[in-house]
Each structure stands twice: as structure tokens, then as C-alpha cells.
């Protein structure tokens, strides 16, 4: 007997029980699903999702938060994380000691102890709706228990808008340009294309990628034996980005993610894109709001389903990574082929997660290793001889010093207390630069940032009206400036004129005074 405690307020929230059968009714409790967020040096952004995800509906179950800070979090981050309250479970804190950069930060922010742990990763510039964790909930328990789909690796809590692993860069995307008539409006579709703005990830998928991405690194630093790519797709020079590994593990696994698809793109997150604040051209905030999907504030996503029900697995349309339409007969296909070329073992049996037999370099003679071994040893000593010496500014250090008028009255613990609310000195000299402060970012986002220019122009060719409105704002804002100024010019001459005319008036007045 399975007992479900659901609070008043979240009944509205959780009519779609309903759909579940009995079996799937019993295993209520089993899927635990954590929030995981990480987060550096931006504590609005930070503030926005917490205060989101606070006025979420959990449907009284037990939801853990973890939050892990980089190194360089400042004062004011952590401060808000220490003091948020989070009263729907256990709130743990994680602050790196060595800065990484956000591939390491993502990967090691969850392992899975069990394949009942589901983790939701959120990134700091992510906002959620109040619906999230009931959509989250909703498809687990039908794509993990009810009608389960081995090759499902996660939950996308966002409805992209963009095609962003063609190679010629990233294309405007309309689901129902590419689903219909074949499927009802607002059919959820899987997708090869793992989400990093708000997604679930399912555990035994999660563990396999921790495997695959390990022994990756290990041979990127050694011996470099092993050559994986996609064909034809943009991830593969995002080097310091883990969806670019992510992406050759789905590749050759034929793995796929759940997206939702609903009107006008409603999502149950949405990405602010705040690459900083160099980034403030109008007509690049009117591109990046195809990135900003509405969040779904009314609780109409099951309304919107075709038959108000999640549809079954088999009837899932499903995408490749580059949006188009396949079943997943020809995404194993395809990986079977590739996984000849690029490893040396045969391919394993389905849900084994298990990447060994995808990391068998094929056989070389030992000349071809050694030289190729000379030729790598070859370019890092050119690299290091030609490395460019980073010049810092440095400051003389500001020495503060306290006099009191009776030092010997003042106990020594109470001015040392009070010198530790003294401001102190800052070395500049220890600080990175912007530009080693930039090579930290994920290079997937630095692709996105150089790629705006290019994006906004397509997006004026594709959708003039929408995008017209923005451009004739700036002109008429910048002619109502350009008014204002002039007539500001002209009533100042014309004040300088009555006032001229006022002095004369005065001055004859003085004069014929004077006569008389």
C-alpha cells in the first residue's frame, strides 16, 4: 500500500495521477529526484532561480538542493547561498578551492548513488516555472516506469528554438514545421540533443557518461589513441565543453532526450543568456530573446497534450542532432556503422551502459606510435617556446592603520575585532585578467556569443515583422532624441532672448529715470 500525502494547494497540479496505472501508482516514492545547481559570480542571476525554484509546486515530496560555487564565487553569492532557506528538503553547499571551468563543474556536480537518483542541473541564468518538478514527476514516471524507454537519457525541461549543431552554424528551429501533419500539435519529441539549460538526466546514462568522459580525458593528456568525432556537427570543436562529449556518447549509442512542445515554445525553464555586459545591442537582445522561451505559468500542459494524456513510447516522434526526423531503428543503424569507424571492438548489446567498447584505439605499429608521440611532444615545445608573456598590473599595497585615543584602556581582543571590520587592502596583481577570466567559459557558450551577429541576421530575413518593430524603435528613439535636444536648443535661445530683451527694457527704464 502506497500512501500519497498531496497538499491541498497541489492537488490542481497533479490531475494527470489519473493517467498512471496502478503498478506505476506503487512506485510513487521511488524516483528521487535533486536539484542541482552551480553557480560562480552571479548572485541576481542566482537570486532569480532560487526564488523560482522556491515557488515551485514539489507535490509534498522531499526534493534535496545542492549548490556548488566555484572558486572565484564572490562575498555576496556565497552569503545568499548560506542564508536562502530551503524547507522541502536538505539544502548542501559544495565551493571548489581550484577554479576548473564549467565542464568539470557540471560533471562532477552529481554521481549517482543509485538508479532511482535523478538529478535536475541548473545553471545559474536559468529560471524555472512553478510546473517544472510536476512535468519532471509526470515523465519520469511514465517514460521510467509506465512505458519505459531504454534509450531515453533525460527530461528537457526547455523547448529550444535553434538548431545549434549544424555546421554551418546555428539555424532558426520550429518543431512544427518538422512534425506536422505526421504528428498532433504539441506532441512531445525526443531528441538526440542533450539540454544544458534545465534538464533531468537519468542515472545509469549519467554513470556511463562519467566512465566514457574519463578515460576521454585520460587519453587526450596521454597518448592520444583514440579518434572520436560526429560527422558533420559543430560540437566537435567545443573543446573545454562536456556536451561535446555527451554528444559522441548519444551518437553512438543512439540515446535520445524527451522535449516538451507546447504553444508559443512554453518551457519549464528558460536560459537569460547573460554572457555580460558587453553584450548590449538592441538588435542582439531582440536575437536573444528566441532564446528566452515563455515559462509556462498555468497549468495547461496536459490540457495542450494531444488526448490530454503523455503519449505512449512507441508514440514519440523522434529527432536526430540535427532536427530531423528519424525512427530509432535508423539512429542505431547509423551508430552502428560509425562505431566501426572509430573503435576496434565490436558494439555491445543494448542498456549495458557500459563505454568500454567504445575506447578500443585500433592497432599501430610502435613506429607509427612513437612518431606520432615525437610530432606531439614536437608542437607543445613550440607552444611553449612561443607561450606569450602575460604582463599583470600590480598596485602598491594600502597599509591601514587605527589610532585610538587611550590604547591602553581598549582590551587587545576588542581592537582586534574591530580591525576585522576595517576594509582591506585588494592585490590587484593576484586577479586574472579579462582574457584568462574568459578562457575559463565554456567554449559552447563562447561559439553562441560569437554566433549572434551572424543569428540576428537570419532571424531579420525569416521573421521581418517581428523583428521590424525593434529596429524602427531605435530610429524613432533615436529621432525623438535628436527632436528633444532641438527643441531643448530652442527654447533655451528663446529664453536668452527675453532675457536680453528684459535687461534692455530695465536699462532704458534707468535711463529716462535718470533724465527726469
Avoid at 234 to 251: A, C, G, M, P, Q
Avoid at 260 to 277: I, V, W
Avoid at 386 to 413: G, H, N
Wanted: glycine share 4%; charged share 30%.
Amino acid at each position: 500500500m502506497v500512501t500519497l500525502a498531496l497538499p491541498l494547494q497541489d492537488i490542481p497540479h497533479a490531475l494527470w495521477i489519473t493517467d498512471l496505472s496502478l503498478d506505476t501508482l506503487q512506485a510513487w516514492h521511488t524516483p528521487r529526484l535533486q536539484l542541482i545547481v552551480i553557480t560562480d559570480r552571479r548572485p541576481h542571476s542566482l537570486s532569480r532561480l532560487l526564488h523560482s525554484m522556491a515557488r515551485a509546486h514539489y507535490l509534498g515530496d522531499t526534493v534535496d538542493l545542492l549548490i556548488h560555487m566555484e572558486q572565484s564565487a564572490d562575498r555576496v553569492t556565497r552569503m545568499l547561498v548560506r542564508h536562502f532557506p530551503w524547507p522541502h528538503g536538505k539544502k548542501r553547499i559544495r565551493h571548489r578551492i581550484q577554479r576548473g571551468g564549467l565542464m568539470p563543474a557540471i560533471v562532477e556536480a552529481w554521481y549517482p548513488t543509485h538508479n532511482n537518483d535523478y538529478a535536475v542541473l541548473l545553471e545559474d541564468d536559468i529560471e524555472v516555472s512553478p510546473l517544472f518538478y510536476a512535468w519532471s514527476k509526470a515523465t519520469v514516471l511514465q517514460y521510467r516506469h509506465q512505458d519505459p524507454l531504454p534509450f531515453m537519457y533525460g527530461i528537457s525541461l526547455y523547448s529550444p528554438r535553434n538548431l545549434e549543431l549544424l555546421p554551418a552554424g546555428r539555424r532558426p528551429f520550429d518543431p512544427a514545421a518538422v512534425l506536422e501533419p505526421a504528428h498532433p500539435r504539441n506532441t512531445p519529441y525526443v531528441s538526440q540533443v542533450p539540454c544544458s539549460w534545465g534538464a533531468v538526466y537519468f542515472p545509469e546514462h549519467w554513470r556511463e557518461f562519467h566512465d566514457y568522459l574519463t578515460s576521454r580525458m585520460e587519453d587526450l593528456r596521454q597518448d592520444q589513441l583514440l579518434n572520436i568525432t560526429v560527422p558533420n556537427s559543430r560540437s566537435d570543436r567545443w573543446k573545454k565543453s562536456w556536451k561535446k562529449y555527451f554528444i559522441e556518447l548519444v551518437y553512438l549509442r543512439a540515446y535520445a532526450m524527451l522535449y516538451p512542445n507546447f504553444q508559443h515554445a512554453e518551457s519549464f525553464s528558460t536560459n537569460h543568456l547573460e554572457f555580460g555586459t558587453h553584450v548590449t545591442k538592441t538588435r542582439l537582445l531582440a536575437v536573444m530573446d528566441s532564446f528566452r522561451v515563455p515559462l509556462m505559468e498555468r497549468d495547461t500542459w496536459q490540457q495542450q497534450l494531444p488526448g490530454h494524456r503523455l503519449p505512449g513510447a512507441s508514440e514519440l516522434p523522434v529527432l536526430d542532432l540535427w532536427g530531423e526526423v528519424q525512427t530509432h531503428a535508423a539512429l542505431e543503424r547509423t551508430a552502428a556503422v560509425w562505431h566501426r569507424q572509430v573503435s576496434a571492438c565490436a558494439r555491445a548489446g543494448e542498456a549495458r551502459y557500459d563505454p568500454q567498447d567504445l575506447l578500443c584505439p585500433f592497432p599501430h605499429s610502435r613506429q607509427e606510435i612513437e612518431a606520432a608521440l615525437a610530432e606531439a611532444a614536437a608542437v607543445a615545445e613550440a607552444k611553449r617556446r612561443l607561450k606569450p608573456v602575460v604582463a599583470k598590473e600590480a598596485v602598491e599595497r594600502i597599509e591601514y592603520v587605527t589610532v585610538y585615543a587611550d590604547p591602553l584602556t581598549v582590551p587587545v581582543e576588542d581592537r582586534q575585532r574591530e580591525e576585522d571590520y576595517l576594509p582591506k587592502p585588494i592585490d590587484v596583481s593576484t586577479m586574472l585578467s579579462v582574457e584568462e577570466d574568459h578562457a575559463f567559459e565554456d567554449d559552447e557558450r563562447q561559439d553562441l556569443e560569437f554566433e549572434l551577429e551572424r543569428l540576428n541576421a537570419l532571424y531579420f530575413d525569416m521573421y521581418p515583422d517581428t523583428l521590424l518593430g525593434v529596429s524602427l524603435s531605435e530610429e524613432e528613439e533615436g529621432e525623438e532624441g535628436e527632436e528633444g535636444e532641438e527643441g531643448e536648443e530652442e527654447q533655451e535661445e528663446e529664453e536668452e532672448e527675453e532675457e536680453e530683451e528684459q535687461g534692455m527694457d530695465l536699462d532704458m527704464d534707468v535711463d529716462m529715470e535718470e533724465e527726469d
